[in-house]
C-alpha cells in the first residue's frame, strides 16, 4: 500500500519530505489503519493496530486480515470484500475481533476501496476503533436503565419530574409508569400539559396546591403537599407529594419528585382519631352512668319504700308511680350510656337471633306507623351467637322506629334480613373503621327502609351521642347501637342514599352450643321475711342509706360502713355474725374487690353481694371463681333486691 501525497495548499511551497510526514501522521493516530489487498492480505499495518490487536507490523504483513477474526465471523470478509470491490465504502461496521493474546475486542471499522491511478479498485484500507470500553459503558448505561425502568414500575408510587414553565402553563415531563395506578392518567399524557391530572383534583385542594406550588418557585424550597383525587370509580383518594425544585436557565422552575398514594394511612389515621373518640366519651358516659345510677338508687329505692308505707288508696301513690317512672327512663338512659362505652352486656348467653326477631314481631309493630308494611325475609337454621337478649331488643327496636320516622307520612316498607356471612380481607373494607369486626363467620342482621335516606355530611355523624335530624331528641339512639355492636365484638355496616332509603347491617360473631331461651325469667312475687345481721358497705351515703332502709324493712339488723376500710374493721370485729354483705365495687381507700378478698380470707363461707353503677359482666370479671354470692346493679328497688337476695339465701 502506498500513501498518496495530499494535494499541495495554494500559495505554499510543499516540504521535499511529505511522504514521510505523511507516514508520521498515519503512524501516531490512536486508530489503527490497516491495508489490505482484494483478497483479504494485509499490505499496511500502523502502529495504532499494533497497540490495538498486539501484532507488531512484521507479523501481519503478507498475512490474511482474517488472523483477526473469531470463527463465528470469518463470512463477515467475503461480504466486506464483495462491497469494497463494487465501489462501495462500510462505514462504522461494529464486529469483534480478536487480539493476539486471545481476548475478544469490540471495534467499529469504516473500509473503503483504494482505487489506482486508472480509477480500479485495487485494495482496501481500514480504520479501525476499539469501542470494548464504549460497549461496556453502554451496557451499563442500558443496565440501569432497565433497572430504573423496573424500580419505576414496580415502586409503589409516581417518580416525576414537574415543569412550571416561565408563561405559567406546567408539564411533567417525565411520569413513571405508576401514574397509570396512582393518577389513572398514562405518562405521555403529561408530557405537555397537566391539565388531564389537575381536572381530577378536589378543587378547594387544587387552590391550595397551585398557591404552595407558586411558593415553592419562588423560594426553590422543597415542597410537601397532600391533595385529593377523585378516581373514574367516583372514590376520593388521598395522594402526598414530596420534591425539590431547582431553576433552570430559561427561567422554569423543575421539581424533581414521588406522589404515593396515602389513602389507607389516610383512612387509619381516621379510624384511630375516631377509636380515640369514641374512648374517651365510651369512658365519659361510662363514668356519668356509674354515678347517675348511685343517685337513682336513692330515688327510687326510697319511692319503693314510700309505698310500701302507704295504703294503696292514698292520693301520694300516683306521685310515686311518676317518681319510679321518671328515675326509670334516666335508669335506661344510663344503660344506653354504658352501652355506648361498649360496657353494657349484662346477661350473655347463646341466642337464635331468628327466634329473638319472632319474639320481637309484636312489639315491633305496634311501635312503627300505620302506613310503614314490616316484612321478614329470616335466613333458616342459622348458628348461635353469644349475646345479650336484651341489648339485642334494644338495637332491633332503634333501628325500626328510626326507618319507620325516616318514611314518614308516606306508605313504604321495613325489612329485617338476617343470614350468615364470612368477613374477609376483601369484605371487611366496607365496615366502620369503630366497628370493624376480626375476620371469621359471623350471622348478620339487616334492616332496610326505603324512607327519606341520608347524604355523606349526616352519614358522618349518626352515631354520634345525641345527634338526630327530628325536632327533639331520643338520648343516645343509634351512638348506644354502636356501643352495644362494639360491646359484642361485632362490626356495622351502612349503605344509604337520599330519597332511596338506609340499610344497617349488624355482625355477631358466630358461637357454639346451643340456643338458650332469651325470654325474661319469671319473678318470684311470694312474701318475704328475712332474719340476721347484714353488712351495708357503701361510700355513696345515699346508697347506704336507702339499702339499710331497704334490709331493715326485709326484717334483717343493718349494720353500715362507709367504704371499704370501715368495713373491714367492723367485719373483722366479729366475721361470723353477718349473714350477709350488700358491698359496693367502686370506693376510696380499698375498694369492693380488695374487701371481698380480705373478709374471704376471715370468713370463707360469707355470702357477698356485689352492687355496682356498672353492669354485671364488666363489674364480677375479676370476681368469677372467688365465690361471689351475687350481683345486683344500681339502681336497684326493694322488689329487684328481695329477688338477689332470694337466690342467695334460699331458706332464709
Not at 501484532?55 to 488472523?67: D, F, K, S, V
Not at 332469651?518 to 312474701?527: I, Y
Not at 364480677?620 to 371463681?625: D, L, Q, S
Request: proline share 5%.
Amino acid at each position: 500500500m502506498s500513501l498518496t501525497p495530499p494535494s499541495p495548499v495554494p500559495g505554499r511551497t510543499p516540504p521535499d519530505d511529505t511522504p514521510a510526514l505523511l507516514a508520521a501522521i498515519v503512524n501516531s493516530a490512536e486508530d489503527a489503519i490497516i491495508g489490505k489487498s482484494l483478497d483479504g492480505m494485509v499490505t499496511y499495518w500502523n502502529r495504532g493496530a499494533e497497540r490495538i490487536f498486539g501484532y507488531t507490523a512484521a507479523e501481519m504483513l503478507g498475512r490474511p486480515i482474517t488472523e483477526l477474526f473469531p470463527v463465528d465471523r470469518f463470512n463477515e470478509e467475503s461480504l466486506i470484500l464483495t462491497r469494497i470491490r463494487a465501489g462501495e465504502t462500510v462505514r462504522h461496521f461494529e464486529t469483534i475481533r480478536r487480539r493476539k493474546d486471545g481476548t475478544l475486542i469490540d471495534i467499529s471499522a469504516t473500509i473503503s476501496p483504494i482505487r489506482a491511478a486508472d480509477g480500479r479498485i485495487v485494495g482496501a484500507s481500514k480504520i479501525a476503533r476499539d469501542i470494548t470500553e464504549h460497549r461496556r459503558n453502554e451496557t451499563r448505561i442500558e443496565n440501569l436503565a432497565t433497572n430504573l425502568d423496573r424500580i419505576y414500575r414496580q415502586v409503589p408510587g409516581v417518580i416525576y419530574q414537574f415543569m412550571l414553565r416561565p408563561d405559567g402553563t406546567a408539564c411533567m415531563p417525565f411520569a413513571s409508569e405508576g401514574a397509570r395506578q396512582v393518577f389513572e392518567v398514562a405518562p405521555d399524557d403529561l408530557r405537555e400539559s397537566v391539565t388531564a391530572l389537575f381536572d381530577k383534583i378536589i378543587p378547594e385542594d387544587l387552590v391550595v396546591l397551585n398557591a404552595d406550588i407558586q411558593a415553592s418557585a419562588r423560594t426553590l424550597s422543597p415542597h410537601h403537599h397532600e391533595f385529593r383525587i377523585r378516581r373514574a370509580s367516583g372514590a376520593i383518594a388521598w395522594l402526598r407529594g414530596d420534591s425539590m425544585p431547582e431553576r433552570l436557565p430559561d427561567g422554569s422552575v423543575v421539581w424533581h419528585g414521588f406522589v404515593s398514594d396515602i389513602t389507607a394511612t389516610r383512612l387509619l389515621e381516621n379510624k384511630l382519631v375516631e377509636s380515640a373518640k369514641l374512648e374517651s366519651l365510651g369512658v365519659l358516659a361510662g363514668g356519668i352512668a356509674h354515678d347517675f345510677n348511685n343517685l337513682l338508687t336513692g330515688i327510687l329505692g326510697n319511692a319503693s319504700l314510700a309505698r310500701q308505707e302507704l295504703p294503696p288508696s292514698s292520693l301520694g301513690q300516683p306521685m310515686l308511680d311518676q317518681i319510679e317512672t321518671a328515675a326509670r327512663r334516666a335508669a335506661d338512659l344510663c344503660k344506653q350510656m354504658l352501652a355506648y362505652s361498649g360496657k353494657g352486656r349484662f346477661v350473655v348467653q347463646n341466642l337464635d337471633l331468628n327466634k329473638l326477631i319472632e319474639d320481637t314481631t309484636h312489639l315491633l309493630q305496634i311501635s312503627i306507623a300505620k302506613n310503614c308494611v314490616l316484612r321478614f325475609n329470616l335466613a333458616r337454621s342459622l348458628p348461635v351467637i353469644k349475646a345479650d337478649a336484651t341489648q339485642l331488643r334494644q338495637v332491633i327496636m332503634n333501628l325500626v322506629i328510626n326507618g319507620s320516622e325516616a318514611i314518614g307520612s308516606r306508605s313504604g316498607v321495613l325489612a329485617l334480613s338476617t343470614g350468615i356471612a364470612r368477613v374477609d380481607d376483601e369484605y371487611i373494607k366496607g365496615f366502620r373503621p369503630d366497628a370493624s369486626p376480626p375476620l371469621g363467620d359471623y350471622v348478620f342482621i339487616e334492616v332496610s327502609d326505603n324512607g327519606c335516606g341520608m347524604d355523606t355530611a349526616t352519614l358522618a355523624k349518626i352515631f354520634d351521642p345525641f345527634f338526630t335530624t327530628k325536632f327533639t331528641g331520643r338520648g343516645l339512639g343509634l351512638a348506644a347501637v354502636l356501643g352495644i355492636v362494639r360491646g359484642h365484638k361485632g362490626g356495622l355496616k351502612v349503605y344509604s342514599e337520599p330519597g332511596k332509603g338506609t340499610t344497617f347491617k349488624l355482625f355477631f360473631p358466630v358461637s357454639t352450643g346451643r340456643a338458650q331461651d332469651s325470654a325474661t325469667p319469671f319473678a318470684d312475687t311470694a312474701p318475704f321475711q328475712g332474719s340476721g345481721v347484714v353488712l351495708v358497705v357503701d361510700d355513696e351515703e345515699t346508697v347506704r342509706t336507702v339499702a339499710a332502709r331497704m334490709m331493715e324493712r326485709l326484717g334483717f339488723t343493718v349494720v353500715t360502713a362507709v367504704d371499704g376500710r370501715d368495713g373491714m374493721e367492723k367485719f373483722r370485729a366479729e366475721p361470723g355474725r353477718f349473714t350477709l354483705v350488700l358491698l359496693d365495687l367502686t370506693m376510696p381507700h380499698l375498694d369492693g374487690e380488695e374487701t371481698f378478698r380480705q373478709m374471704r380470707i376471715l370468713n370463707p363461707g360469707v355470702r357477698v353481694i356485689l352492687t355496682s353503677g356498672f353492669n354485671q359482666q364488666e363489674a364480677v370479671n375479676r370476681f368469677i371463681g372467688k365465690g361471689l354470692a351475687g350481683f345486683i346493679q344500681k339502681p336497684f328497688e326493694l322488689a329487684s333486691l328481695v329477688q338477689v337476695i332470694r337466690s342467695v339465701l334460699p331458706h332464709n
